[in-house]
């Protein structure tokens, strides 16, 4: 397993997201709050590249004491990432799909050392790609 | 733990609409590598149309109504003049978060061949596919327009535009012509000047549109399709006006149900007033909407024909005997539950009678593996779907025509 260093923890843009590539592995860090996670680049749907997608808030329908609905507005509290290729959203700060908990983004071991942030890179991620099934909608392996 | 410093990394940039096609599949391309001994055609993609759609409207033969086309492409901010543009087209990129739907609006530059070609090329690449159908999306709703004429008019100038200008270009793509349906003499004419150009394998007929398909003044035109031994494909489409819809108040909603509400209406006819009894040898494809309905239809055709045969005399067979006869295209493949999905494939005679589509760049396009990784299938069973069934029916050569995936990942622009 190879540690890589991605920069200084302090210099990472808050609210941030890198995505780097080494060998043909590449892995998304995300920071939201000062709080930095981190995920194989790749989507459980179908091997998308899910880390280099659009983050957004996540969308959240309102809904009053009476049960009528007061509309659609962006969370305050939760951030996605929406992979490219299908638009499904993962909360970056859980890695998991906000419609469906069980399916969730790979995490990748994410670390601040003497102020340096290191990630693990992680292995077999190319055979995932490959090997990549939508069938399962349940956590991914 | 080994460690590596920062200069052994690359970064990866946020895929956009300016991303190159080969970059934002090129984890499609890393499946492909397991695909190379596979044959791989594509029955329905679809290409970014607004940067030539002033090019169709020039080839419209009526003096006035290219008038009117060219007068309208005058106007800042449009591309696509004459068209019926329906309510949702601009919701499918799901508002920014699935770009290339949006729009694919890489550089081509150092291409040679017309931007449609290039896009459609690399796409095939990236993904490994041989064979591309390809076929302008606004178009798909052509069929609703309230000016049969109009609907006539561009489609003849889209099939002369395809033949003139891009199949000539590249071997690799093929067409299948756009009937204009709603004018059934427009049709056939279409049918007469073009079914036997270079690269034309079969002729659409697009389903959203409210046109029986049984009608007696389709017969000629069925009779001469069937003449040319070539396919006719109906795809489907949404369109959010249809009276039904406008209960639904959201676009995931309209969109699961409009595409296969108008192919179960136009399979219905077809089977219920014997078509396929009519003309035996017509071979049908039925184009993106996916296969769930298919189980459906099947079984509520024979429950209710078996208590109402006299309002389908001249079946011979149950009706899903009929229909395990046609093709189908894969896409957008229900996944979510493989029991039911395996069922499906059975009905069907997927074996035989599926053929891969991948809908690029649309939001819920299917790689080359959605189908290899199908856990029931044999390995014959998978070469069939993704290519040699269709070769079989668009008698196309099985022939690799494609670059090794290997070299289409060390090519692409994040890399290079």
């Known amino acids: 397993m190879q540690s890589i260093l991605i920069g200084k923890a302090a210099a990472f843009p808050n609210p941030g997201r890198k995505v780097v590539e080494v060998e043909g592995v590449s892995v998304g860090v995300f920071c939201r709050d000062g709080k930095f996670t981190a995920f194989e680049n790749v989507c459980p749907h179908m091997g998308g590249p899910v880390c280099q997608g659009k983050i957004i808030a996540r969308v959240e329908e309102l809904i009053a004491e009476d049960k009528t609905s007061l509309g659609l507005a962006f969370s305050k509290d939760h951030t996605n990432v929406a992979c490219p290729w299908h638009g499904y959203e993962f909360d970056i700060a859980t890695g998991r799909h906000q419609g469906n908990p069980r399916l969730r983004l790979r995490p990748v071991t994410i670390e601040v050392v003497d102020g340096d942030l290191r990630v693990t890179l992680p292995e077999g991620t190319r055979e995932r790609i490959a090997r990549r099934r939508q069938a399962p909608l349940r956590e991914v392996d | ?416």
């Open chain 2, 1 to 416: 733990m080994q460690q590596r410093t920062v200069k052994d990394v690359r970064e990866l940039q946020e895929i956009t609409i300016k991303t190159d096609t080969r970059d934002i599949l090129s984890h499609a391309t890393i499946q492909a590598e397991g695909l190379e001994d596979y044959f791989l055609i594509d029955i329905d993609a679809h290409v970014t149309e607004s940067s030539f759609w002033n090019e169709i409207i020039d080839l419209i033969d009526n003096d006035v109504i290219r008038q009117m086309g060219q007068a309208m492409m005058m106007r800042p901010g449009t591309t696509t003049a004459l068209l019926n543009t329906q309510p949702g087209t601009l919701y499918q990129h799901v508002f920014g978060r699935i770009p290339h739907q949006a729009v694919l609006a890489e550089a081509v530059d150092g291409s040679e061949s017309h931007r449609f070609t290039e896009l459609a090329r690399r796409s095939m690449d990236a993904m490994g596919i041989d064979y591309q159908v390809v076929f302008p999306t606004p178009m798909l709703v052509l069929g609703m327009h309230p000016q049969e004429e109009i609907e006539a008019a561009i489609g003849r100038a889209y099939n002369r535009w395809l033949i003139e200008r891009i199949l000539p270009e590249d071997e690799r793509i093929k067409g299948l012509l756009y009937l204009p349906f709603n004018s059934p003499e427009a049709a056939m004419d279409i049918v007469r000047d073009f079914g036997n150009a270079k690269g034309v394998i079969g002729f659409t007929v697009t389903c959203t549109r409210n046109r029986p398909v049984h009608h007696n003044q389709y017969m000629k035109l069925y009779a001469m399709i069937e003449e040319t031994g070539k396919p006719l494909a109906f795809h489907s489409g949404f369109h959010w006006g249809d009276p039904s819809f406008l209960q639904l108040n959201r676009f995931i909603s309209m969109h699961a149900i409009s595409f296969v509400h108008y192919s179960l209406i136009h399979l219905t006819n077809w089977v219920i007033n014997a078509l396929p009894e009519r003309f035996p040898k017509l071979k049908l494809v039925w184009v993106e909407s996916g296969l769930a309905w298919i189980p459906f239809i099947m079984q509520r055709l024979d429950h209710e024909f078996m208590m109402r045969v006299c309002e389908a005399p001249n079946l011979k067979r149950l009706p899903s005997e009929y229909i395990r006869e046609m093709y189908f295209t894969s896409q957008p493949l229900e996944r979510s539950n493989m029991k039911l999905l395996e069922a499906t494939f059975d009905a069907i005679k997927a074996g035989t009678q599926l053929l891969f589509a991948s809908d690029w760049p649309h939001w819920d396009f299917d790689p080359p593996s959605s189908i290899t990784t199908l856990p029931f299938l044999s390995e014959q069973e998978k070469r069939n779907i993704l290519g040699l069934n269709a070769a079989r029916l668009f008698n196309l050569e099985v022939k690799r025509m494609r670059p090794r995936a290997k070299d289409v990942l060390a090519a692409r622009p994040g890399v290079a």
